[in-house]
């Protein structure tokens, strides 16, 4: 979502949502991600855990897409 407001930006000058922007969602930065997943695989212990487990990884700070686009 944040790349496409700044391609938009870039692009026409002007971020275009597709709805009222009320849809709520928990962002997480890449950065974030990738740290997890590199603690996961270098861990050895958790590796011998993991036994193809689902993880969900959140920010834990819920935005609507209208407040996304005004920061």
Do not use: W
């Amino acid at each position: 979502m944040v790349n496409d407001f700044c391609k938009s930006v870039f692009e026409s000058g002007e971020i275009l949502l597709l709805s009222d922007g009320s849809p709520q969602r928990d962002f997480i930065h890449i950065n974030d991600i990738c740290n997890v997943l590199k603690l996961l695989i270098e861990s050895k212990k958790v590796k011998n855990e993991l036994n193809m487990n689902t993880f969900n990884l959140t920010s834990g700070k819920t935005f609507t897409i209208l407040e996304l686009a005004y920061i």
